[in-house]
């Protein structure tokens, strides 16, 4: 037999009628409304993680509670997280109005102690993924909203960068946080747009919130998977509600005067190859990832190239060490001001007194993450912590055809890193020389960073017969990461 230990205090008893039948409610300091009905049966609703709002009309209560489907008696607190969750309401009628505002108001009081949003912006993108960002707004994400009496303000976004551009001028004192209903583009796209700011450093900390609509959900998957919660837009709709945040690593990616800031990845090689290419078999639907990496594999590329980078403790067994670093950004370093007139300029702790390491080609693949999904069904870093102010690198150089087809299809869980074949490190910082296909010295590769063609071997001109990605491809790319510069709404 266990001892119970007195460590939740009831402050508040009352005999209520619940849903219409007679019982004893208890309200627990921590948060914990607990009923025993006259007709048998204990029951449970913790406010913190199945509460979205109440309110009072005369000697009613009606809670507006986010529960499991299958809630059973006496189960608390959300249950495992995997079974899917529903909106239900509760009426808790008092004996009198006196005691019905003092439940209302410790109930409420408890819900702002926890430092929940109350005015939220949501970036809507009505083009993301099957471009239906706006409908899952008005079904799936305005009725919680509404329940947890959360007041919002909706932008759709019209063309590419637009939620940069607002992320860059929008008065953020009107808001507790940030949303994007998108995929992982836009939130990257505000990142970029918080830290252009002349008040870059204060912006930064707004809390972001990501809800799935997307075709790349790396991180509302990574954040929900976190504490094993299901993928889904309720669930990521319920956990910016809720209102914890965590702190989000943000890399500054460079090359020459060149620079754009990632939260999620960069590849290149093979990953970027499939990534990217398929983009011409969209009509295939899901199913064109899989065939393209089939053909992908089948005639395998291998690129020419360098990269060196500065190994977490504990990873410095990885490449050869060398003395002097080639930077490729040495000369911007002096040359700061005029990379941007204002705004982030990149971490502020130096990099160039540390311990290069540095490994030559042929690669057959390049992937750095700085969370562990990056898209709903594939997970390349496992060990990816949002903020331990390291990238995970995932380095291929070789492998047979057979092993890569099975590393493939071992994607979903992570475990393709316990291959031989594949080099799994974290590093705090990374340059990426990328060079051309092996046997074949006109073609180049692609250097693809949060689903975005960053810089391409086989270039590209658009009709002023300018190059159109943001960077060159062959000189250095260089990645800093800055430990948890960024904050972004998470489960818990
Ligand atoms: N109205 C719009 N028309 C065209 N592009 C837009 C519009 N709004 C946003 N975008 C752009 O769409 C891109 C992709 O957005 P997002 O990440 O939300 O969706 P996705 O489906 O995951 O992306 P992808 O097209 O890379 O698969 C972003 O770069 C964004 O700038």
């Known amino acids: 037999m266990t001892m119970k230990t007195e460590i939740e ?33 204990e029951w449970c609703l913790a406010l913190d993680s199945e509460v979205l709002g109440l309110e009072a009309v005369g000697l009613r209560i009606a809670i507006r509670a986010f529960v499991e489907l299958t809630k059973g008696l006496a189960s608390c607190g959300g249950g495992n997280g995997i079974g899917k969750r ?11 109005e006196e005691a019905a505002s003092r439940w209302t108001e410790r109930m409420k009081d408890y819900l702002d102690s926890i430092g929940r949003p109350k005015r939220l912006f949501f970036f809507v993108n009505p083009f993301g993924g099957k471009k239906s960002a706006c409908k899952i707004f008005d079904t799936e994400i305005k009725p919680l909203l509404l329940d947890a009496d959360i007041l919002y303000t909706v932008k759709e976004t019209k063309y590419q960068l637009h939620a940069q551009e607002i992320a860059k001028s929008m008065d953020l004192l009107k808001y507790d946080g940030v949303v994007c209903v998108s995929g992982d583009g836009v939130l990257v796209e ?47 709709t319920f956990s910016i509600i809720r209102g914890y945040r965590c702190p989000l690593d943000v890399v500054t990616v460079l090359q020459g005067k060149t620079k754009f800031f990632s939260v999620l990845m960069l590849t290149w090689g093979l990953v970027a190859d499939i990534d990217i290419e398929s983009e011409k078999y969209r009509w295939m639907g ?37 003395k002097q670093t080639n930077s490729c950004c040495e000369d911007d370093q002096g040359d700061k001001a005029n990379v941007s007139a204002c705004g982030y300029q990149g971490p502020a702790v130096s990099i160039e007194g540390c311990q290069w390491r540095s490994l030559d080609g042929p690669f057959i693949s390049v992937w750095l993450n700085n969370v562990p999904w990056a898209g709903e069904h594939v997970m390349p870093a496992p060990n990816a912590v949002f903020s331990d102010g390291y990238l995970d690198a995932i380095i291929i150089k070789d492998c047979p055809k057979s092993a890569l087809l099975s590393l493939m299809l071992k994607m979903n869980d992570g475990s393709y890193c316990e291959s031989p074949y594949v080099m799994y490190l974290k590093v705090k910082a990374f340059r990426l020389e990328p060079g051309k296909r092996v046997g074949n010295p006109t073609k180049g590769g692609i250097v693809d960073s949060d689903g975005e063609v960053i810089a391409r071997g086989d270039h590209v001109f658009n009709h002023n017969n300018k190059q159109e990605n943001l960077m060159a491809y062959g000189p250095p790319i260089q990645m800093t990461v800055d430990q948890g510069l960024a904050n972004i709404f998470s489960p818990r």
């Not at 009352?14 to 921590?30: F, H, K, Y």
């Not at 529903?86 to 009198?96: A, H, N, Q, S």
């Not at 990496?293 to 060490?321: C, D, T, W």
Request: glycine letters at 10%; charged letters at 20%; aromatic letters at 8%.
């Open 86 to 96: 529903v909106r239900r309401g509760y009426v808790l009628e008092m004996p009198t």
């Open 286 to 322: 899901s199913a064109r990832l899989d065939f393209y990496s089939l053909l992908r594999i089948m005639n395998l590329r291998k690129y020419h190239g360098h990269v060196q980078f500065v190994p977490a403790p504990g990873y410095e067994v990885y490449g050869e060490p060398i």
């Open 190 to 236: 505000v990142v970029n747009g918080l830290l252009q700011r002349e008040d870059w450093n204060t912006a930064i900390k707004i809390p972001l919130g990501i809800i799935p609509a997307g075709t790349g959900n790396g991180m509302a998957k990574s954040l929900l998977d976190s504490v094993g919660d299901l993928f889904s837009v309720s669930n990521a």
């Open 9 to 41: 205090t009831p402050t508040l008893r009352e005999r209520v009628r619940i849903d219409g039948s007679p019982a004893e409610a208890s309200l627990v300091a921590d948060g914990t409304l607990r009923w025993s009905s006259d007709n048998g049966g």
